[in-house]
């Protein structure tokens, strides 16, 4: 019987990066290629694998490439769809490695394909693909086609997809892998109400209080049945930052978020789990950013937006650095969701300021133990801290304002909007 390989092909556009490698025992070991190495042009995929030509075992290796992988509920369904085992992070890179997250590929071949940009590479995502969808409150039906082997992932827990927008007709559809995709699209979850909605409200706000977020939509959901829907549901499309547009053309931008920065696992992602911390993210912004005085800026402003507009699962996946031909920094920020709006979750910061992760009580001396270990200035902080909670209270009508006319008025984003004018006076009263 013939094995499976046990080798996969890093390459970075069609030049090769190196070699991922499975152990008997699980373990994924990783390896520069040679010529990476030797051309002047290779660059390290991670601050946690620097380039050398000995292999990395293990370690940060393994957390760099499992946190490119699907977690949860999603990583479930899409082993049973395909079969694998879903402890199995070598099969997960082996089938959905092709399209992920950066600018990097991931190939079962050491000679690349050549990029398809033709309609063949690409199926239209219809109206009952989207109520497959909603209906299964899962993606994982569209890996069912065993005649397009669809070979693209992304991180995390939520039901998403990476897909590709047409901006002149406005459709959405698949590609097998060999083409990127330009957006990312996240479907209803049957457990947290308005998810997608909560979500756009919150891009909205953050964009207007000034925060670099992608840009993004919501698409309706067609009806199930004439009686189903009580009222329409809706799906959020999200432009990725790791695509630019080059013509005709689209390129993959390499990024890495901050958990493989560190070289930690995605099953530690949360600080009180061993994963990162705010003080890491601090010290990892300062390291990797060209202009750090903007990007620590930043940091503190997604900070005091999570806090404020309580998103309290802010964890180390939840926070990225890009990094173009000529700079690198941290990337715009995303899924910004108000978890305080459903009462069953964690309500502790997944990441604590000063130590505290209780929302309600982080004030002045958790703020300047902050200061205390960064570069940023306690005075200078405290004064960022209530600026920013002042603009995000103004962006924060300012986009209901915006969605009510958009959407419609929908009770959970008042809810939540209501608690943002509570949360910023509190942090303010705190300080």
């Known amino acids: 019987m013939k094995s499976e390989p046990k080798t996969l092909f890093v390459f970075y556009n069609a030049v090769p990066v190196g070699q991922v490698t499975e152990k008997a025992d699980g373990v994924l070991s990783f390896q520069y290629d040679r010529s990476w190495l030797t051309s002047g042009a290779g660059f390290a995929i991670s601050q946690s694998l620097p380039l050398r ?128 995709s330009t957006h990312i699209l996240k479907i209803t979850n049957r457990d947290y109400k308005a998810l997608p909605e909560n979500e756009y409200y919150l891009n909205m706000t953050a964009r207007l209080a000034g925060l670099p977020v992608p840009a993004a939509f919501l698409i309706p959901v067609p009806p199930v049945s ?91 996946k939840n926070l990225s650095f890009l990094y173009r031909e000529n700079s690198a920094g941290l990337s715009p920020f995303y899924d910004l969701v108000s978890t305080r709006a459903y009462p069953s979750l964690d309500r502790a910061m997944a990441m604590t300021i000063g130590g505290s992760s209780d929302l309600g009580q982080i004030g002045r001396n958790d703020w300047q133990s902050l200061a205390r270990n960064t570069r940023v200035a306690a005075p200078y902080l405290l004064k960022k801290v209530k600026s920013t909670s002042e603009r995000i209270e103004e962006a924060a009508d300012q986009a209901y304002k915006e969605f009510a006319h958009e959407v419609g008025r929908i009770e959970l984003i008042n809810q939540i909007r209501l608690e943002i004018h509570r949360q910023a006076r509190r942090t303010r009263e705190l300080l």
């Open 53 to 180: 030509p000995q292999v990395f075992s293990g370690g940060a290796a393994h957390a760099y490439f499992a946190n490119l992988l699907p977690e949860g509920r999603l990583r479930s369904n899409l082993a049973q769809t395909l079969s694998i085992s879903e402890g199995d992070d070598f099969l997960f890179l082996r089938e959905l490695g092709q399209e992920i997250a950066g600018a990097l590929r991931i190939l079962t071949s050491p000679t690349p394909d050549a990029p398809k940009h033709a309609p063949s590479s690409r199926r239209p995502i219809d109206a009952e693909a989207l109520k497959l969808f909603h209906l299964q409150s899962s993606v994982a039906s569209v890996y069912n086609d065993r005649r397009r082997h669809l070979r693209l992932s992304l991180a995390g827990a939520q039901q998403k997809l990476p897909v590709l927008f047409d901006p002149s007709g406005g459709g959405l559809w698949t590609t097998d892998g060999s083409e990127p």
């Open 226 to 316: 004439l009686t189903s829907n009580k009222r329409p549901f809706r799906f959020l499309v999200i432009e990725r930052y790791d695509r630019i547009r080059e013509g005709s053309s689209v390129k993959r931008l390499h990024q890495e978020d901050l958990c493989q920065a560190l070289g930690i696992l995605p099953s530690k992602k949360y600080e009180k789990e061993g994963g990162p911390s705010l003080l890491d993210a601090f010290r990892m912004t300062e390291t990797i950013a060209n202009n750090p005085v903007i990007d620590l800026d930043r940091l503190v402003e997604w900070t005091v937006f999570n806090l404020v507009c309580g998103n309290a699962d802010a964890h180390g």
